[in-house]
């Protein structure tokens, strides 16, 4: 953990979601999801917070950007065309060990396997659709602290 991190009392399962720094000046957010509409609302509420936010509509899309820049948080809908949000998080933290970014896993699936499976990563959590907007927001909030 770094001298920026801070431990959130806030558990995924029975880990502790690491506290992202409050100290940078650009909080950035990458939306990943295949319907554009989603993707405009979404980033329409996270732009109003201060959130500097890309998009992404597909799983190449997102691996492309987070190679390309830096991003706090990877908002990914699991029903991606070509991979999943599930493959795009195993591909992320493949490819990005050392510097993933914390990412939540949006799904209309059984959450108990999910969370589940979730828990194997560090900083991911699955959150289960139909969402609120302003839930992922107040989520999105409490780990910038």
């Given amino acids: ?4 991190s801070q431990i959130l009392p806030i558990h995924n399962q029975s880990k502790v979601i690491v506290h992202l720094s409050s100290k940078r000046i650009a909080r950035r957010i990458l939306l990943v999801d295949n319907q554009a509409h ?3 609302v979404m980033k329409s509420t996270l732009d109003r917070g201060g959130y500097d936010v890309e998009t992404a ?3 190449e899309m997102a691996l492309t950007e987070i190679r390309e820049s830096h991003f706090d948080i990877v908002v990914i809908d699991d029903g991606l065309e070509t991979l999943d949000g599930q493959q795009l998080i195993y591909a992320i933290e493949d490819q990005f060990r050392d ?6 896993l949006l799904t209309d699936q059984n959450t108990d396997i999910l969370q589940q499976w979730c828990s194997q990563f560090d900083r991911t959590e699955c959150l289960e659709k139909p969402l609120s907007i302003s839930y992922l927001d107040g989520r999105i909030n409490e780990l910038f602290g």
């Fill in 99 to 104: 510097r993933a970014p914390a990412m939540f």
């Fill in 38 to 40: 989603v993707l405009r």
């Fill in 57 to 59: 509509t597909s799983a």
């Fill in 1 to 4: 953990m770094t001298a920026q």
